[in-house]
């Protein structure tokens, strides 16, 4: 294999590199728990999964849609058991109805009294959920489903989410309907999220499952210690024959000053300083390529910093803590040189 390949495929497993938290093997415990018991229950248990911007909760979802999601084709029908849409800016439940049409392939979409009638197409989506086997729908952004905190719009929401995980069809045959009905849905987002299901008493009383991820905090000697081994973890997953020692407690101080303890900035700051060590042909990230993905990278990394529910703490301009031209990273650069002139 020619060392350009060996380059591009260390390049390939560094956005492949990641660690596996508690919060994540907790929630999807019980996403398989609401989905394992659905037939059992009543009424549908939703979940509430919130947290500020980067914190990880989309990258949760894509880990367990990767694991647990199954498509197959029978007799000329999809069957799916995993429905999962992402929003994007403002949106409405009619809206969010049509792209799960969509994903179940429904060909006429039935339109209702007016624009923001979400009745008939929700009940035609519902029907092809049942279809097709779904046993749960992810809607991950589901801020951008309530632009306002008004309790007109948590009112029509909380109808449309209740309609949809919980409304059954009912016949001579089951005048109750049946449990496959009771379809849970997933609200993945900020803390509106979180206000809205609060806001109304009947959704809240079938959305048993709060979950919040937080960012990394590095106040007292646990938090350190916690983002420390966190990173040691992250260091021991990268493609490189020696360890960065990214969790070394100084080193460690220093990434938690430009990434603020986010998930999503942290992995834009090492996979780009990992991008550099690789293309210098380095046994390991040096502070030097950390310098240079900071810089490469400012406003990227700033960007993430100014959600709405941003502190002034985050706000402040990003520092680059590390030492562009590290000792370390010449004598290391000194070494190789050496090592290939023998």
């Not at 951008?144 to 001579?172: C, D, F, Y």
């Not at 960065?244 to 101080?253: I, K, Q, T, V, Y």
């Not at 990992?274 to 210098?280: D, N, P, T, V, Y």
């Amino acid at each position: 294999m020619s060392e350009e390949k060996k380059r591009q495929e260390r390049v390939e497993k560094l956005g492949n590199a990641f660690v596996t938290r508690k919060i994540e093997r907790d929630i999807h415990k019980s996403l398989d728990q609401v989905r394992a018991t659905r037939l059992n229950a009543r009424e549908p248990s939703n979940v509430v999964i919130w947290g500020e911007t980067g914190v990880g909760k989309s990258f949760i979802i894509e880990q367990y849609l990767a694991k647990r999601r199954n498509i197959t084709e029978e007799h000329g029908s999809l069957r799916q058991d995993l429905i999962a849409i992402e929003l994007e800016g403002a949106t409405s439940p009619v809206l969010i109805a049509a792209e799960l049409a969509r994903q179940l392939q429904l060909p006429d979409l039935p339109k209702g009294r007016t624009n923001s009638d979400a009745g008939p197409i929700t009940q035609a989506v519902k029907h092809q959920m049942l279809m097709q086997g779904v046993e749960m729908v992810i809607i991950d952004e589901f801020h951008h489903i309530a632009p306002n905190e008004g309790a007109g719009t948590a009112g029509r929401v909380a109808r449309w989410v209740k309609s949809l995980s919980k409304k059954k069809e009912r016949s001579r045959e089951t005048p109750f309907g049946v449990r496959e009905a009771n379809i849970p849905i997933v609200m993945v987002g900020t803390e509106k999220v979180h206000d809205l299901v609060l806001k109304d008493a009947e959704l809240l009383s079938i959305t048993p499952y709060f979950f919040e991820i937080g960012r990394y905090t590095h106040d007292t000697p646990a938090e350190q210690q916690r983002w420390q081994m966190l990173l040691t973890e992250l260091d021991d997953r990268l493609p490189f024959d020696e360890f960065s020692c990214l969790g070394e407690p100084e080193l460690a101080f220093k990434i938690h000053q430009v990434t603020y303890g986010f998930l999503r900035q942290l992995g834009q700051l090492v996979t780009e300083a990992g991008r550099l060590a690789i293309e210098r042909g380095l046994p390991r990230i040096t502070e030097a390529e950390l310098y240079d993905s900071v810089e490469t990278q400012r406003v990227l990394l700033q960007a993430g910093r100014l959600s709405g529910s941003a502190s002034a703490a985050q706000r402040k301009a990003i520092p680059n803590p590390f030492d562009g031209g590290t000792l370390d990273a010449m004598r290391l650069r000194g070494v190789l040189e050496d090592a290939m002139m023998l």
